[in-house]
């Protein structure tokens, strides 16, 4: 069964502090995409990466990096830095054989001055 | 460019009535998702449009329902609220090609209240 646990619920941190949010899933396609997404206090969900299972190579955008390792089928997101505006709720996910979206519970971050 | 715009922001509601949500996608976007967001709760996958037709459904009762119109708008409809249906409802759009990898672009959400 395809499955994603992001077994951190909440995470808080002094600002400038960098922070890690772990994401693993379960899979038994060969071809998958994998997501991660922020929804702020005002609760639209904004796309942040996506991940296909071809391609291993770390991704940075500023301060916002990702570590995609199939051998442990981990995607993790980590945030250098981080400030005050960082503070939300992170969604990883994983795009099923149907096309669907399966997602992790989310991990609340908290970044505090 | 728009993004996704779902109206309206609230709704209150009492058990046992109908409440109607809706949804504009991202112009070209042609699927529209449906997601129920509990609190406390992850995202639950409700419905999903494209082209007009339902696509694939989540694990709902049949009382969630809803449609796609010709300008790829979209409706959830939920009868004989229950209390447990009172949840952040989220809308989310993509274009219809390349479905594995499309990514979905989300509005911010209808808050469903049900008294």
């Known amino acids: 069964a395809q499955k994603v646990t992001q077994a951190q619920t909440e995470i808080s941190v002094v600002e400038k502090e960098d922070v890690t949010l772990d994401c693993v899933y379960e899979?038994?396609?060969?071809?998958?995409?994998l997501f991660w997404y922020k929804q702020p206090p005002s609760g639209e969900l904004v796309f942040l990466i996506r991940?296909?299972?071809?391609d291993e190579q770390n991704e940075i955008s500023g301060r916002y990096s990702w570590n995609f390792q199939k051998s442990t089928s981990s995607f993790n997101f980590t945030i250098t830095a981080s400030q005050v505006v960082d503070s939300a709720v992170y969604f990883c996910?994983?795009?099923?054989?149907?096309?669907?979206?399966?997602w992790g519970a989310g991990t609340k971050l908290i970044i505090k001055p | 460019e728009a993004g996704v715009t779902q109206s309206p922001t609230h709704l209150i509601k009492t058990r046992g009535q109908q409440a109607t949500l809706r949804c504009s996608p991202i112009?070209?976007?042609?699927?529209v998702y449906w997601y129920q967001q509990a609190l406390g709760l992850g995202l639950q996958f409700l419905l999903w449009?494209?082209?007009?037709?339902?696509?694939n459904r989540g694990n709902f009762p049949p009382r969630f329902s809803g449609r796609q119109f010709p300008n790829y708008s979209s409706e959830l409809n939920v009868n004989a609220l229950e209390l447990e249906d009172s949840a952040l409802y989220l809308c989310?759009?993509?274009?219809?090609?390349?479905?594995?990898?499309?990514?979905?672009?989300f509005g911010a959400g209808t808050r469903l209240s049900v008294l």
């Open positions: 989310a759009s993509s274009s219809g090609l390349a479905v594995a990898k499309n990514i979905q672009y």
């Open positions: 112009s070209g976007h042609t699927s």
């Open positions: 449009y494209d082209e007009g037709e339902e696509r």
């Open positions: 899979t038994r396609d060969t071809t998958y995409y």
């Open positions: 991940r296909n299972s071809f």
């Open positions: 996910a994983l795009r099923d054989s149907n096309y669907q979206l399966i």
